[in-house]
């Protein structure tokens, strides 16, 4: 079995129903698995796991396209999440068994697809972006929907398929192979931006982390940390930023995974704070997976 894990996020977070009918989808498919969805209302946005098989994902990925651009309407959307299109990114994760130029196929072949049936500008980004700039998501997606029609008529946003210019109601999508990230939500005890502010920045100085600010609903800060599976472990990211929070004098109130990880990420956690593990290194489910015992639990679970 080949597995690749999609993160689609799209630009609705609001409507539970919708989540419903992308759930429902992967259900007719024998070898793809709805994982999790965390929709935020503030930021009008939902992020969905789905773990599938290479010869199953793609047709999963295509029918859920098309339902997100019959169900949502970028000129009607706001919310607090920078966002180009009602699809707005596709991030396609290379798990198990498959190699990055596998993937890589999938995107192109994706991306032509879907262009081409729906008129739909699509950026490919990553490890599968056709140049240097395209390769950060936040330089495709600066100026968001409101701007991408004029951003879109310079020569150097010409998208890599599909129309020169925005999908009226569906903006553009952002499609690519890239690494497996570790996301940890900080949610901080202060209302200060100044103070939230000088936390981002102590914390950008760590080179394998990103790090994104939030105000949130009740007016506290929240910190998001995104860091490459393999560059860091999750018990050291933990500890450097608690350490950060701390010298500014404020504390964590809580720590929130907002995607799911493997159980590989806290197994190398655990490596990493005992220091001298003997042995190989891996999950159940991992052995499983490779034994291509998957699909008979979950036809077990029916």
Same mark, same amino acid.
């Given at each position: 079995?080949?597995?690749?894990?999609?993160?689609?996020?799209?630009?609705?977070?609001?409507?539970?129903?919708?989540?419903?009918?992308? +759930?429902?989808?992967?259900?007719?498919?024998?070898?793809?698995?709805?994982?999790?969805?965390?929709?935020?209302?503030?930021?009008?946005?939902?992020?969905?796991?789905?773990?599938?098989?290479?010869?199953?994902?793609?047709?999963?990925?295509?029918?859920?396209?098309?339902?997100?651009?019959? +169900?949502?309407?970028?000129?009607?959307?706001?919310?607090?999440?920078?966002?180009?299109?009602?699809?707005?990114?596709?991030?396609?994760?290379?798990?198990?068994?498959?190699?990055?130029?596998?993937?890589?196929?999938?995107?192109?072949?994706?991306?032509?697809?879907?262009?081409?049936?729906?008129?739909?500008?699509?950026?490919?980004?990553?490890?599968?972006?056709? =140049? +240097?700039?395209?390769? =950060?998501?936040?330089?495709?997606?600066?100026?968001?929907?409101?701007?991408?029609?004029?951003?879109?008529?310079?020569?150097?946003?010409?998208?890599?398929?599909?129309?020169?210019?925005?999908?009226?109601?569906?903006?553009?999508?952002?499609?690519?192979?890239?690494?497996?990230?570790?996301?940890?939500?900080?949610?901080?005890?202060?209302?200060?931006?100044?103070?939230?502010?000088?936390?981002?920045?102590?914390?950008?100085?760590?080179?394998?982390?990103?790090?994104?600010?939030?105000?949130?609903?009740?007016? +506290?800060?929240?910190?998001?940390?995104?860091?490459?599976?393999?560059?860091?472990?999750?018990?050291?990211?933990?500890?450097?930023?608690?350490?950060?929070?701390?010298?500014?004098?404020?504390?964590?109130?809580?720590?929130?995974?907002?995607?799911?990880?493997?159980?590989?990420?806290?197994?190398?956690?655990?490596?990493?704070?005992?220091?001298?593990?003997?042995?190989?290194?891996?999950?159940?489910?991992?052995?499983?997976?490779?034994?291509?015992?998957?699909?008979?639990?979950?036809?077990?679970?029916?």
């Amino acid at each position: 079995m080949k597995l690749i894990e999609t993160l689609p996020n799209i630009s609705e977070g609001k409507n539970s129903e919708l989540i419903r009918q992308i +759930k429902n989808l992967a259900d007719n498919y024998e070898k793809v698995w709805f994982i999790s969805c965390k929709s935020d209302e503030y930021f009008n946005r939902s992020f969905i796991s789905i773990v599938g098989d290479l010869s199953e994902i793609d047709k999963f990925l295509y029918e859920t396209i098309k339902i997100c651009i019959e +169900k949502i309407d970028l000129t009607e959307h706001s919310g607090h999440h920078p966002r180009i299109g009602a699809v707005d990114v596709v991030p396609i994760v290379p798990l198990i068994g498959v190699t990055f130029e596998e993937a890589n196929q999938l995107v192109e072949k994706l991306a032509q697809k879907v262009s081409s049936d729906f008129d739909l500008p699509i950026y490919l980004y990553e490890k599968s972006a056709h =140049n +240097k700039e395209r390769q =950060n998501i936040n330089n495709i997606r600066k100026g968001g929907f409101e701007f991408l029609e004029k951003k879109m008529k310079l020569p150097e946003w010409k998208p890599d398929y599909g129309p020169s210019k925005p999908h009226p109601t569906a903006g553009a999508t952002i499609i690519g192979v890239r690494d497996f990230l570790i996301t940890l939500d900080f949610h901080v005890n202060t209302t200060d931006r100044w103070l939230a502010e000088q936390i981002q920045q102590e914390l950008s100085l760590y080179a394998p982390v990103n790090v994104f600010l939030v105000r949130k609903q009740n007016g +506290k800060f929240s910190i998001s940390i995104n860091a490459k599976e393999g560059e860091i472990s999750l018990y050291l990211l933990y500890s450097q930023v608690q350490k950060v929070i701390h010298h500014f004098g404020c504390e964590i109130e809580r720590v929130s995974l907002p995607t799911p990880v493997t159980g590989k990420v806290f197994l190398n956690s655990f490596k990493t704070l005992v220091g001298n593990l003997d042995g190989e290194l891996f999950t159940i489910e991992e052995k499983l997976l490779m034994n291509s015992q998957l699909g008979k639990f979950k036809n077990s679970k029916n």
